[in-house]
């Protein structure tokens, strides 16, 4: 039996229609209720839905054999899991954004909002620049607009929520995706039937 975390949402539903169509199938998952796990004994798969920012910790701790969650989660919590394919859904970016008449004083410490400190940290610390990292968990467009903070550093996917907070792109840091993970120990004890799903699933990503 193959485990599969899934991230809640419309990602995740993206994501299973791939694994579907990868010869993974388990339609009941698309059924609208409240259940989180469905099993399809006659494929030998499991999916669970779970919190996205949730799915690398079952994968680490091997409560599931693979997973789907974003390249920002990887980044930001470095699981000790193998990342094994870029799904190339759930497209955004990870930028610094503030408001448009900002000025980065260089010689004052810069206040960061942010729900991703290690990044914004990396980020900074590369440029040698001083900051004081405000750790939110989300909402973070607020922070700047009522001078909580100087900047955000923040996901940007189409750019509405800056916008209608009268926030503006700063910088780039990294473009980010959905990637396919793994359990370091089931890539090796369940190796065929992985390679079997990542070399199908790169088939349907090519199609
Ligand atoms: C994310 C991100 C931005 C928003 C960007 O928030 O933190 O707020 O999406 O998307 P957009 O560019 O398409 O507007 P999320 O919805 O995950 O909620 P959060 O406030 O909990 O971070």
Redesign the pocket.
């Known amino acids: 039996m193959l485990n599969i975390a899934l991230p809640k949402g419309r990602l995740g539903e993206k994501a299973y229609r791939l694994f579907e169509n990868a010869g993974f199938p388990c339609p009941e998952i698309l059924e609208n209720n409240r259940k989180l796990i469905f099993e399809n004994e006659e494929n030998a798969v499991c999916y669970f839905w779970a919190k996205p920012s949730d799915v690398a910790i079952y994968v680490e701790r091997g409560a599931a054999d693979i997973g789907v969650t974003g390249k920002d989660i990887l980044l930001e919590y470095e699981p000790d899991v193998y990342e094994l394919l870029d799904l190339k859904m759930g497209k955004?970016k990870m930028a610094v954004a503030a408001k448009a008449d900002f000025r980065d004083k260089p010689t004052k410490t810069l206040r960061v909002a942010t729900?991703f400190s290690h990044i914004a940290g990396d980020y900074y610390a590369a440029k040698g620049r001083d900051i004081d990292i405000i750790h939110l968990?989300?909402?973070?467009?607020i922070a700047p607009v009522i001078d909580l903070s100087d900047v955000i550093v923040?996901?940007?996917?189409?750019?509405?929520?800056?916008k209608e907070n009268n926030l503006v792109v700063f910088e780039d840091i990294v473009d980010i995706s959905a990637r396919v993970i793994a359990n370091k120990s089931s890539f090796k004890f369940k190796n065929r039937q992985i390679e079997k799903l990542i070399s199908q699933l790169s088939k349907q990503l090519e199609e």
Not at 137 to 141: A, K, Y
Not at 154 to 162: C, K, P, S
Request: hydrophobic share 25%; aromatic share 0%; net charge negative.
């Open positions: 955004c729900k968990n989300g909402s973070i467009e923040d996901i940007v996917e189409t750019g509405t929520t800056l």
